[in-house]
């Protein structure tokens, strides 16, 4: 890249010794035979350098807001503000790390494929960066819990399964807790109150470099590999935060003393 630095002074790369009057009267002429306005000119070229940066910088983030359509710009945006006015008012929520990176993963979300070819949607609870709905909409068409779910659709005019993801302000050091909202399922290491039976999901399995969609990719398949189906008699109320954190709590507590099961390669 060019550099941004003016060029020497032509007076200081004189060899050594010490200047005369003569010297000094060259050096005079020297300054007077400069013209302003090729000062000027190079004044201008060393700027060139700066504001192609910003320019740059502008067009890239243009580039990615064009993936981005108008509805979850002004999620993004209004985001933005909301931690603005909660700066000033000293009433911040989370981490700075946390609120960073969560934006981050909320922006790739929107870009991602699967989001916009409707695998899931992704929902933020009061507009909170630290509470996500996530509806998982397709899972494998040939699983029984695609059947269950179109059937669900029949029911109650709605087909798919509701995760609640939280976020602690140490995320992404520390994984979301996710638990089953909706609907009840038996099988697919779904444990009571909803909460799920995955060492992705612990602190000993779980790792910062992970992307929350890769999360829900991984649940979806996690649930049609243990053979989820929708208890569709369950009674209302099974699911619940704290019989899920409960459950969860002592789930962690088992596997960290015994260790986890690793499926025969064959059940993938």
């Known amino acids: 890249c060019p550099s941004t630095s003016r060029p020497p002074d032509p007076g200081l790369m004189r060899s050594g010794g010490g200047g005369g009057?003569?010297?000094?009267?060259?050096?005079?002429?020297?300054?007077?035979?400069?013209?302003?306005?090729?000062?000027?000119?190079?004044?201008?070229?060393?700027?060139?350098?700066?504001?192609?940066?910003?320019?740059?910088?502008?067009?890239?983030?243009?580039?990615?807001?064009?993936?981005?359509?108008?509805?979850?710009?002004?999620?993004?945006?209004?985001?933005?503000?909301?931690?603005?006015?909660?700066?000033?008012?000293g009433t911040v929520s989370g981490s700075v790390q946390a609120t960073d990176r969560l934006m981050k993963e909320l922006r790739d979300i929107y870009k991602s494929p699967n989001f916009k070819n409707g695998a899931y949607q992704v929902e933020l609870v009061n507009d909170s960066l630290y509470e996500w709905n996530v509806k998982i909409q397709r899972v494998d068409p040939d699983s029984p819990l695609a059947s269950d779910l179109a059937q669900l659709r029949e029911r109650e005019g709605k087909g798919h399964i509701l995760l609640s993801f939280m976020f602690k302000d140490s995320f992404p050091f520390d994984p979301p807790f996710v638990r089953m909202v909706h609907p009840v399922l038996t099988g697919g290491y779904v444990l009571d109150g909803g909460a799920l039976c995955m060492e992705l999901m612990t602190p000993q399995g779980w790792s910062s470099a992970y992307t929350i969609e890769a999360v829900i990719m991984q649940i979806s398949a996690t649930l049609v590999k243990g053979k989820a189906r929708i208890k569709f008699d369950a009674p209302k109320g099974i699911y619940?935060?704290?019989?899920?954190?409960?459950?969860?709590?002592?789930?962690?507590?088992?596997h960290e003393k015994n260790g986890w099961f690793t499926p025969p390669q064959s059940d993938g």
């Open 21 to 89: 009057v003569d010297d000094q009267q060259q050096q005079q002429a020297d300054d007077s035979d400069t013209d302003p306005e090729q000062d000027l000119e190079d004044e201008e070229e060393d700027e060139i350098p700066l504001e192609m940066e910003e320019v740059e910088a502008a067009s890239k983030k243009a580039r990615q807001d064009e993936d981005l359509n108008t509805e979850h710009l002004q999620v993004l945006e209004r985001l933005k503000a909301n931690q603005r006015r909660d700066y000033l008012k």
């Open 240 to 254: 619940s935060l704290a019989r899920a954190q409960q459950s969860f709590k002592s789930l962690v507590q088992i």
